[in-house]
């Protein structure tokens, strides 16, 4: 919707939208910072006239390729109150706590949906998103983004209140370049290289990253689902009878993709339109039936309680986690230096006034530490 960053954000070409006619591309000024979904809806609803039966056919096909973080902003918030007369949060509250719905939302909006996910083999995908990046580099990323930072960001930066959180300023690929922006031109072309190929790298890795989230996303939204009722959840309670079918179609070949997913998905389609039941089997995940989710963990190292024996799983393999417990064992082993250079002190061979055995003296030297 922004205007400018044109390659990084991936935009249809100007070919492209002649074949197939486009919509609400590049319209917002790229400094505004506060453009939010709901005024996108609002805009988006008069070029939608000959076509709203879409927006409310019963049996929808939704092609998963991307997933959208979740957070509360202001005005959303401001205007779901003003609509309900409750805030956001007990509004999303409500909506989880609804017959078939459950912690990651609220019932889904259709019945009986059907899902086709094109995934490939993480190495082939980690592949592609490299050589996207390099793709892109010789489209002219370069030259874009000098651009836009000479146009929008410069004066920002100069008064040291640039803004990478918000807008179009938060885009894969343009923060990455940040030091090499500011600095080129100002700095010997060794560093201005070493500075470049440094952006380069963090893009294929952030962009590698934001792959991984997305394929979590599918399962933790789709895959792991325990619907609870008729009326289909995205709940986190592991796969159950009435989770909607997911069609995995394998995209890491592209050279079958007419055999391994153009006619899959056709067939898939055909069958879901006439109420058939299609030849393909839905992708399912393994599900322990003896998972607790309402289990309480407390970690005494992060001073957290987490509940569910799949969140405390994730929790002891998370980042913040392993850090404390670095910590603890850093401490561990300062108190054992301690112990060793006092054991090994100048006064060690004197006499003790109360000599006891060389196990109960090293146990009590141990304690006070």
Same mark, same amino acid.
Request: hydrophobic share 30%; aromatic share 8%; with cysteine.
């Given at each position: 919707?922004?205007?400018?960053?044109?390659?990084?954000?991936?935009? $249809?070409?100007?070919?492209? &939208?002649?074949?197939?006619?486009?919509?609400?591309?590049? #319209?917002? =000024?790229?400094?505004?910072?506060?453009?939010?979904?709901? =005024?996108?809806?609002?805009?988006?609803?008069?070029? @939608?006239?000959?076509?709203?039966?879409?927006?409310?056919?019963?049996?929808? %096909? %939704?092609?998963?390729?991307?997933?959208?973080?979740?957070?509360?902003?202001?005005?959303?918030?401001?205007?779901? #109150?003003?609509?309900?007369?409750?805030?956001?949060?007990?509004?999303?509250?409500?909506?989880?706590?609804?017959?078939?719905?459950?912690?990651?939302?609220?019932?889904?909006? #259709?019945?009986?949906?059907?899902?086709?996910?094109?995934?490939?083999?993480?190495?082939?995908?980690?592949?592609?998103?490299?050589?996207?990046?390099?793709?892109? @580099?010789?489209?002219?990323?370069?030259?874009?983004?000098?651009? #836009?930072? /000479?146009?929008?960001?410069?004066?920002? $930066?100069?008064?040291?209140? &640039?803004?990478? &959180?918000?807008?179009?300023?938060?885009?894969?690929?343009?923060?990455?370049?940040?030091?090499?922006?500011?600095?080129?031109?100002?700095?010997?072309?060794?560093?201005?290289?070493?500075?470049?190929?440094?952006?380069?790298?963090?893009?294929?890795?952030?962009?590698?990253?934001?792959? /991984? !989230?997305?394929?979590?996303?599918?399962?933790?939204?789709?895959?792991?689902?325990?619907?609870?009722?008729?009326? @289909?959840?995205?709940?986190?309670?592991?796969?159950?009878?009435?989770?909607?079918?997911?069609?995995? @179609?394998?995209?890491?070949?592209?050279?079958?993709?007419?055999?391994?997913?153009?006619?899959?998905?056709?067939?898939?389609?055909?069958?879901? %339109?006439?109420?058939?039941? +299609?030849?393909?089997? +839905? %992708? !399912?995940?393994?599900?322990?039936?003896?998972?607790?989710? /309402?289990?309480?963990?407390?970690?005494?190292?992060?001073?957290?309680?987490?509940?569910?024996?799949?969140?405390?799983?994730?929790?002891?393999?998370?980042?913040?986690?392993?850090?404390?417990?670095?910590?603890?064992?850093?401490?561990?082993?300062?108190?054992?230096?301690?112990?060793?250079?006092?054991?090994?002190?100048? =006064?060690?061979?004197?006499?003790?006034?109360?000599?006891?055995?060389?196990?109960?003296?090293? &146990?009590?030297?141990?304690?006070?530490?």
């Amino acid at each position: 919707v922004y205007e400018g960053l044109d390659i990084i954000t991936n935009k $249809v070409s100007a070919q492209e &939208q002649r074949i197939c006619r486009h919509h609400m591309i590049s #319209f917002v =000024d790229p400094l505004v910072t506060n453009y939010t979904v709901v =005024d996108f809806r609002n805009r988006a609803t008069i070029y @939608l006239p000959e076509t709203k039966f879409l927006l409310s056919w019963e049996e929808p %096909i %939704i092609t998963l390729n991307l997933c959208s973080g979740k957070f509360l902003s202001i005005p959303r918030s401001l205007q779901v #109150f003003e609509e309900t007369g409750i805030s956001h949060s007990e509004f999303l509250h409500r909506q989880h706590t609804e017959e078939g719905g459950g912690p990651l939302g609220g019932p889904l909006k #259709f019945s009986n949906p059907c899902i086709l996910w094109l995934h490939a083999d993480q190495a082939v995908l980690d592949e592609r998103l490299d050589k996207r990046v390099d793709d892109m @580099l010789a489209a002219g990323l370069l030259e874009e983004l000098r651009d #836009f930072h /000479r146009r929008y960001n410069q004066k920002n $930066v100069s008064e040291n209140s &640039q803004d990478y &959180q918000h807008g179009i300023f938060q885009s894969i690929g343009f923060k990455e370049f940040h030091e090499y922006l500011i600095t080129e031109g100002k700095c010997t072309l060794e560093t201005s290289n070493q500075l470049l190929k440094k952006g380069i790298e963090a893009l294929k890795q952030v962009t590698k990253r934001y792959a /991984r !989230k997305q394929n979590r996303w599918v399962k933790n939204r789709f895959l792991s689902s325990k619907l609870t009722s008729h009326n @289909l959840s995205l709940s986190s309670l592991g796969p159950g009878p009435f989770v909607p079918p997911v069609y995995g @179609l394998e995209v890491s070949d592209v050279s079958k993709w007419e055999e391994s997913v153009l006619e899959p998905a056709l067939e898939i389609v055909q069958s879901f %339109i006439q109420g058939c039941k +299609p030849t393909a089997t +839905p %992708i !399912k995940m393994p599900y322990n039936e003896a998972e607790n989710k /309402r289990s309480y963990h407390l970690c005494d190292l992060c001073d957290r309680i987490i509940i569910g024996d799949r969140e405390w799983a994730a929790h002891i393999k998370s980042k913040s986690h392993l850090n404390q417990l670095k910590k603890r064992r850093r401490l561990d082993s300062d108190a054992v230096n301690t112990i060793e250079s006092q054991s090994v002190s100048p =006064d060690h061979n004197k006499e003790p006034k109360e000599k006891g055995s060389p196990g109960q003296n090293d &146990q009590e030297l141990k304690c006070s530490v």
